[in-house]
DNA sequence: GCAAAAGTGTTAATCTTACACCCATGC
DNA sequence: GCATGGGTGTAAGATTAACACTTTTGC
């Protein structure tokens, strides 16, 4: 008894001179996209023994010489050759055994990224979008890190310009429903939608109408060009200034 | 040039698999109080020589052996005698250059704490409760640290039952206002203040009034006791339980 | 002309804000 | 009785939610 408690204050001891460096950091990238009328995710499969089979989330360890928030704007350029896109740090997740090899600390980032205008330049290791509510299990703590994010999009996506990096240019409103409706998981008025877009003032009419489907064509819009500088592919400039 | 580069790649290759694990990761506590009808935070000196008498928040490292989420519980702890309250975790800062002797990643955390009833253990190091709309300069990055926190906090007041342990058991409605204005840094219409404290329903009418005021006594209201489980004074189950 | 989706307005309910007078107490 | 703050209600405005019919196109 005695013994042990000696050892355990050697233990704690050593520790804390030698191991406080001891605890990596990381960054996972929640990289949202969107096709087939449902918001999907970007995941990998998993590279350790643990989680043989199952997907994780796009992450790094956070290199020595980059502040925190590059990191995630590195690994998002890695895997889709973008650049200055929104990122926002959500949340910090840090239990003792989240990771099966070490003590990593991981800062989960989210993002909206154009599926169609960049698509993968590769699929090693499983790259590919999931469907996001398809999701059951994931590596590490990466389902709840995502879940962190989804709730965390929902929270925001009514009340800033995110999304417009998931449709293309030009769109209608409709298109832009059903991508609301696929975030926030629900359906929506379509009246009371309109009104409240043409309120926040974020749409630019083209007089411009869809052409080729087979319905009466709606008008076509694009979002307001400032609004795609702040939030959308923006400056490098633009971005280090956003960072909070 | 060429040179250069070859040198900076070994550089990297160095990093790469000896330096990731030289990032220290930290947790700083923005503990709130309130007192002379104005925010206070808990303060401590610092004591490296590039922030000499500037004032900073109450950090440490994160112990290789407990989560995360344990280390601002710690802090706490260690610097109030408190065990068990509300803590949010707010954002990650991660800044290259944040902090003048190595790489340190930090989580802060905000608290609420009552002055009142757990009066510091001690002053050393300057250990103090400080006005929080007086501070101009601090060190490291925390000046900005303590502004996120403040601004989560007021994102956060009026939505949620935070704030009870800044008041003794029982307080008039007037007090809560007054606290309030001081977390919001305005003023608010008395009538309306009071309408929606009743219609959130945290507050419990205990039929007493003030004593030795020299006007027409208030009446005197104390939490719900529900809520005090969740925000407040709460068992270390629950805490554990709630941890995002 | 039929199917499919676009486009459009009003009403009721709710929430928010602004605002003024009488009341109870200590001195 | 006077100074101080306690206590209360109402009306206007803004926001949100619910809801149905006509129009345009492709086939």
Redesign the pocket.
Known sequence: MQEEKKLKTAEIEKQSHLEFFNIACSVDCVLFGYAHKELQVLLIQSDLAEFAGMWSLLGDLVQPTEDLEAAPYRVLNERTGLKDIYLEQVYTFGSINRHPSGRVISTAYYSLVDMATHPLTNTKNGLHWHPVNSLREMAFDHKKILDTCVQRLQEQVMEHPLVFNLLPEKF????LQDLYEAILTTTL????F???MI?KDWLVDLDE???????????LYKVRPQLRKRYLKQSAAVRNGHAA
């Open positions: 209608s409103l409709r298109a008025d379509r009246r009371n309109r009104k409240r309120l109408m869809e052409e080729d489907v087979p319905h009466r064509p709606g008008k």
